[in-house]
């Protein structure tokens, strides 16, 4: 084999591998998972969705007491004309978790019903290149921030240390009340502020307008 046809090969092996690893585009389709963990996506990487498409797919857990969250690694569809629709159950009637355009990625959503349904829609016309989102199914919320936050106790999380909210990503008590400035203190959870100061952190101070902007 000469050199040219052997680069050739290599070449047509490449890229007919990146096709078998590529999903095929949605197509007015819905398309069921069950695994614990999955990646979600109109289409190939760098190709549009399509005019036109209204693409669904829903994720099942093995049981009512899961939760599911989507966290999407890229995002764009038209802005204002199409859009992605995450809702908090199997079928559009179930509680609707969010409705994304545009080209910011989405904060993490996170379905408590077992159940998340997903929707891509568009116009007929104008398109981007869609989305692409991976979920995991945990048995608590959030899996309680990666379990370096909190403790999942019979699908509910006990969090540590002065983390909170229902999957212990929140700080009770932000950079600790400024407690070494005098700001203030941090007090069952709550930052308890010294006179003057307020805010979540104590951070804001009544002579200061920086914060008023
Ligand atoms: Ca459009």
């Given at each position: 084999m000469g050199p040219h046809i052997?680069?050739?090969?290599?070449?047509?092996t490449i890229s007919l591998g990146?096709?078998?690893?590529?999903?095929?585009?949605?197509?007015k389709s819905r398309k069921?998972?069950?695994?614990?963990?999955?990646?979600?996506?109109?289409?190939?990487?760098?190709?549009n969705y399509t005019q036109d498409s209204h693409c669904e797919w829903l994720i099942k857990a093995?049981?009512?007491?899961?939760?599911?969250?989507?966290s999407f690694q890229s995002m764009g569809t038209e802005c204002s004309y199409d859009y992605v629709f995450v809702y908090d159950g199997d079928s559009?009637?179930?509680?609707?978790?969010?409705?994304?355009s545009g080209k910011t990625d989405p904060q993490n959503i996170t379905a408590s019903s077992g159940s998340m349904l997903i929707l891509l829609y568009s116009d007929t016309n104008y398109v981007l290149d869609g989305f692409r989102a991976e979920y995991s199914v945990t048995s608590c919320p959030g899996n309680c921030t990666h379990q370096s936050q909190g403790m999942c106790v019979v699908n509910?999380?006990?969090?540590e240390g002065d983390w909170g909210g229902k999957d212990c990503a929140r700080r009770l008590c932000p950079e600790d009340c400024g407690a070494t400035l005098g700001r203030g203190s941090c007090h069952l959870g709550h930052c308890r502020c010294?006179?003057?100061?307020?805010?979540?952190?104590?951070s804001l101070h009544r002579m200061d307008p920086s914060g008023n902007r």
């Open positions: 052997f680069l050739l090969f290599v070449g047509l990146d096709a078998a690893l590529q999903p095929a585009p949605c197509d069921v998972f069950t695994e614990g963990w999955g990646v979600i996506t109109d289409g190939p990487f760098g190709s093995n049981n009512t007491h899961k939760y599911i969250t989507l559009f009637s179930a509680p609707l978790l969010g409705s994304f509910t999380c006990v969090c010294s006179p003057g100061y307020s805010g979540q952190s104590c």
